[in-house]
């Protein structure tokens, strides 16, 4: 019989934490599932970790080492359900992570694409906190293309949508997940459960790091063409201004000051009495301290008021 859930999990090296990702999910309280793993030419003791388990649920597929785009693409062409739930080996499934998610994917048959908050923990297995995001399909498609607001470990999606916009693209590499959200947001709707589903490890080592230097520069790559090719399908001055507020950010965010001093300061041009804009302008000039502190000041509260403009402070 076709499994109701495929959960996908591409694995590379992950040997000393595999054995509690696998335990995890087979423990889950929904069990009509496969557990779909494809090892992407690991040189540690995954193979065994992986032949520890007799469990009927596992597919496993061990391969040459393509990297992960190339074996999220092959996981999805070699899923049994149409249902995909996403999950690293390095992480922890809550008990009630499929059980949950699913009720709410067959309840609303709108929603093609699920996320959840999760438990932030390190090496060790210790709690550092947990992360939450927006709700609604509205909240989550607001914060595109700024960060990430379905993290791709905690997702649950229906394949047909992928498969039908071409999969994850290895230009992207690092945020092939934003890239794939970024392409359904015209075609299907989002969601997130507030409740943390997921134990989910982030590791700061220097191949990290270097990553996440890396992940920016694609972020923002990203970012400038989501935007170019929406600002392209609109000619309401509105929505264009509310596009290039949203890549003043971006640039801002990931790094690229300069480009950023400069949109702001052709929006300001637009918009004086803006505040997000005097201060994102004033930071990209002066510094983030100084914003701060002008962020606080009598004067900016004062001239707030006076212009009776509703300021959001806006958290990236």
């Known amino acids: ?49 992986v032949h520890t388990f007799n469990d009927a649920r596992i597919n496993f597929h061990r391969r040459s080492h393509y990297g992960l785009v190339s074996q999220l693409n092959y996981g999805l062409r070699e899923a049994k359900s149409d249902i995909i739930a996403r999950m690293d080996g390095d992480d922890v499934m809550m008990p009630e992570r499929l059980q ?28 550092k906190g947990v992360r939450q995001f927006p709700l609604s399909d509205k909240e989550i498609k607001d914060a595109f293309p700024l960060y990430n607001p379905i993290q791709h ?3 649950m999606f229906r394949r047909f949508l992928i498969l039908n916009t071409g999969g994850y693209r290895e230009k992207y590499y ?16 989002f969601a997130n459960i507030d409740e943390p589903l997921l134990l989910k490890r982030e590791q700061m080592s220097s191949i990290t790091l270097r990553h996440q230097k890396r992940s920016k520069e694609v972020q923002l790559a990203l970012a400038r063409d989501f935007i170019d090719s929406r600002m392209i399908e609109t000619a309401d001055e509105k929505e264009i201004f509310t596009w290039n507020l949203k890549l003043a950010r971006c640039e801002y965010y990931y790094g690229s000051t300069d480009s950023s001093r400069l949109l702001f300061l052709k929006l300001f041009k637009k918009k004086p009495f803006h505040l ?23 004067f900016y509260n004062f001239f707030k008021n006076m212009f009776k403009i509703r300021f959001r402070k806006y958290t990236l």
């Open 174 to 189: 690092l945020v092939e997940d934003l890239d794939l959200w970024l392409r359904l947001s015209n075609q299907t709707e």
């Open 153 to 155: 470990p905690c997702s």
């Open 1 to 49: 019989m076709t499994p109701a859930i495929t959960v996908l999990m591409p694995i590379y090296n992950c040997a000393p934490y595999l054995e509690e990702a696998i335990r995890s999910t087979l423990r889950q309280s929904f069990k009509d599932f496969e557990l779909l793993l494809i090892d992407d030419g690991s040189t540690d003791d995954t193979d065994k970790i």
């Open 100 to 127: 949950i998610q699913m009720q709410f994917m067959t309840s609303h048959s709108s929603i093609g694409v699920l996320g959840s908050s999760y438990v932030s923990i390190n090496d060790e297995g210790e709690h």
């Open 276 to 298: 997000s804009i005097v201060r994102y302008l004033l930071s990209a000039s002066l510094g983030e301290k100084l914003k701060d502190e002008l962020s606080n000041s009598i």
